[in-house]
């Protein structure tokens, strides 16, 4: 089953539907924290306080909030007008406002966020570059936004989710099972709702698609014993055996093999020289 944190796209209905909501269902459900704080983990060793980071696909701002308490200074962007509206609630609350710049902005358009080498770190978290149609192009976008050196931190759905197989397989949906193999896109109807294209590349095909402009420096897994978020009912059942799971999953996904059937990879590239 995949995860309900699905991408942001230009079709940005969906996502300004459950803009109210997306925090309840996934930010502080047991699987979306206990996902969240592997990222956190990455995220706050690559990162260091004074940097500019640009963050897309911002959601509702908890990345960003964790980033401006730690010192950075951010540029947070997402495609949905009320998922931003939801994020500056956030901020300010936390009283970080001052330390973050909201845009709404989708991916596809990010290169107009500013010059040439304007920022020292880009965060995509939780598969938002799932649903760009042409990742190459994003990838030179980007790149001409960071400075050489700067480290990009990008997770996206994996390729083989052995939760998501063989929880569909179990129930006969085969379909469902095996949809992140499909080749080209995916088109996923959200709870009854609009449909989502979405695009499950693999490892490899990212790092041909962000070269030359980025050398991938390390990768992991997230979620590969935590299961994806549609499962979050199942795992409350078992609440000791899934608090078990997510401290060996923080390992357990960075085995070369094991990694490999996470429901979310995490990549970190660094931008090329040249």
């Known amino acids: 089953m995949a995860s309900f944190v699905l991408p942001h796209s230009l079709n940005t209905a969906p996502f300004d539907a459950r803009a109210e909501t997306y925090d309840a269902v996934f930010t502080e459900s047991l699987v979306g924290k206990a996902q969240r704080s592997q990222v956190w983990r990455e995220m706050d060793r690559v990162f260091h306080p004074g940097q500019r980071i640009l963050e897309i ?134 709870e009854n709702g609009p449909t989502l294209r979405v695009h499950y590349p693999s490892v490899r095909e990212l790092v041909r698609l962000f070269s030359p402009f980025f050398r991938l420096k390390e990768w992991r897994g997230i979620g590969v014993l935590v299961p994806p978020t549609g499962l979050e009912p199942v795992v409350r059942r078992v609440p000791r055996g899934f608090r078990l799971a997510a401290s060996i999953d923080s390992h357990l996904g960075r085995a070369p093999i094991a990694r490999t059937f996470a429901d979310h990879y995490l990549l970190i590239f660094e931008r090329s020289a040249t």
């Open 57 to 190: 696909n911002c959601g509702t701002g908890v990345d960003a909030v964790r980033l401006a308490q730690r010192g950075l200074k951010v540029v947070a962007c997402d495609s949905s007008a009320r998922m931003i509206a939801v994020a500056r609630r956030r901020l300010q609350t936390a009283g970080m406002l001052h330390s973050v710049e909201l845009r709404t902005l989708a991916t596809e358009q990010v290169a107009s966020v500013g010059p040439a080498g304007t920022f020292d770190g880009l965060l995509s978290n939780f598969a938002g570059l799932n649903c760009v149609d042409d990742l190459g192009r994003a990838a030179r976008s980007l790149a001409h936004l960071l400075r050489p050196g700067s480290k990009a931190m990008v997770c996206v759905f994996g390729r083989f989710c052995l939760w998501e197989m063989a929880w569909h397989a179990l129930r006969g949906d085969l379909r469902k099972a095996f949809r992140r193999l499909r080749s080209g896109e995916t088109l996923l109807d959200w």
